[in-house]
């Protein structure tokens, strides 16, 4: 597996991590991953990469990762799908709050509120968000879920048939974060996903 390296402090290099034990196991082919690569590759308009990784539902392994994808990799934004719900093996949440230094617990409340509108097992999801401080850098940590559907509707939000917003995504909010923590600065394809900054933040083009 080549491991890219941040290089370019004006490219968002993004960590993916599907967290299955049947998936990385071979039993089935992994979905979480090529739904992020395909959402992101609609969404984004400024430069990206991004690094991939496919783990069982292990806690020290699940943190080893976030941490090698951020401190090691340089990665500006790491999100994981799958292990966020109940059972005895879901333990992403945990590994994901043991590596961070701040939680932004917005994200995850508002992923919930979005799934709502379709399963009242929503509230069964417990997905966080966290940033990452490391020396000189900091990076964001989010929690998705598993299915490509959910994936899609978490990050892009509920529109109408119109394509007028009724409930925002997560997405939106994401690129003044990485603002906030010294990041590169996403630029979004506005059918997809409009990024969200307050006027004095918005570069001029």
Aim: overall charge negative; hydrophobic content about 40%; charged content about 25%.
């Amino acid at each position: 597996m080549t491991t890219l390296k941040k290089t370019d402090p004006d490219e968002l290099l993004i960590g993916l991590v599907s967290i299955s034990d049947r998936a990385s196991s071979g039993v089935y082919e992994d979905q979480g991953v090529p739904a992020l690569r395909d959402w992101f590759t609609a969404a984004l308009t400024s430069p990206w990469k991004m690094e991939t990784r496919l783990i069982p539902d292990e806690q020290r392994e699940i943190e080893k990762t976030l941490v090698e994808l951020v401190d090691e990799v340089g990665c500006d934004l790491v999100l994981t799908t799958g292990g966020t719900g109940p059972s005895r093996r879901d333990v992403t949440p945990e590994a994901t709050l043991a590596v961070g230094t701040k939680e932004m617990p917005g994200f995850g409340e508002q992923m919930r509120q979005i799934s709502l509108k379709f399963v009242p097992t929503a509230i069964l999801s417990r997905q966080v968000a966290v940033i990452r401080e490391t020396t000189g850098r900091a990076a964001l940590i989010m929690n998705l879920p598993g299915q490509p559907k959910s994936i899609k509707e978490t990050l892009e939000g509920l529109k109408d048939a119109d394509g007028k917003q009724l409930v925002p995504g997560i997405f939106a909010a994401v690129p003044y974060c990485i603002d906030l923590i010294g990041g590169p600065y996403i630029e979004t394809n506005e059918a997809v996903c409009k990024a969200f900054r307050p006027k004095s933040a918005i570069r001029q083009k």
